[in-house]
């Protein structure tokens, strides 16, 4: 079946540094692609999404693009804030619109 | 944006008790709710898909007599974890589908003693 792998943590920056966390996916068909965030004690926020290839989904300096090729959604932000200390959660909507997701990779930013 | 509730929070029971965690969409209808299970350091897995007014669709592996869901409601649906045992402390997180995307409850941490 549908499935994400992304990369595990934890993932420990400074303050200011650039932040990529891999995500692969493998579906049949056309899948949608989205990352979450769930920051400490809360629920999951969606982050940003991607529909199609080669879209590329973009929230508070966050970005991902849908890469059919290499089937990839990796997140990147160019410059990381304590603020962005949370989960990131990679995920797929499957042909039933059932949603998949990665493990969860745990980012700790440090001033 | 939109918005699912979850109550309660966090609830602690005593073993071979059973606990009803309640998903609210509280501004739009979801035909469609979720619910899914994080053990620590692990993802969110997918227990149960539930449609206003019909059964759950549950996922392999999960218990449908020990996990019963009900979506009564367009904007209400109930997970009872009957019989409840240690190894069913977790967080339960549930989501509503609305229009165009899935909505998040903050989740319900259960912890059986």
């Known amino acids: 079946g549908d499935s994400v792998t992304q990369m595990e943590g934890p993932v420990t920056l400074s303050e200011e540094a650039f932040l990529t966390i891999n995500c692969t996916y493998t579906a049949t068909g056309y899948p949608s692609l989205f990352w979450y965030v769930q920051y400490p004690g809360e629920g999951l926020q969606l982050l940003l999404k991607?529909?199609?290839?080669?879209d590329k989904g973009s929230n508070k300096g966050f970005e991902a693009t849908y890469r059919k090729e290499t089937t990839s959604f990796h997140l990147e932000k160019g410059s990381v804030q304590v603020s962005d200390s949370a989960v990131y959660f990679c995920a797929l909507s499957d042909s039933n619109n059932d949603m998949r997701f990665g493990a969860g990779t745990r980012l700790t930013v440090k001033p | 944006g939109a918005v699912v509730s979850q109550h309660p929070s966090r609830v602690i029971c005593k073993s071979g008790t059973s606990v009803k965690i309640e998903c609210r969409s509280l501004?739009?209808?979801?035909?469609?709710m979720f619910w899914y299970r994080q053990f620590p350091k692990q993802s969110l897995m997918l227990m149960a898909t539930?449609?206003?007014?019909?059964?759950?669709?549950?996922e392999q592996g999960v218990e449908k007599d020990k996990f019963l869901i009900n979506h009564a409601s367009l904007t209400l649906s109930t997970l009872t974890v009957t019989s409840a045992h240690p190894e069913d402390s977790s967080f339960y997180i549930c989501?509503?589908?609305?229009?165009?995307?899935?909505?998040f409850g903050p989740g319900t941490r259960l912890t059986v003693l």
């Open positions: 539930s449609n206003e007014g019909s059964k759950a669709t549950y």
């Open positions: 501004d739009f209808q979801a035909t469609t």
């Open positions: 989501s509503a589908r609305g229009s165009t995307e899935q909505f």
């Open positions: 991607a529909t199609k290839a080669d």
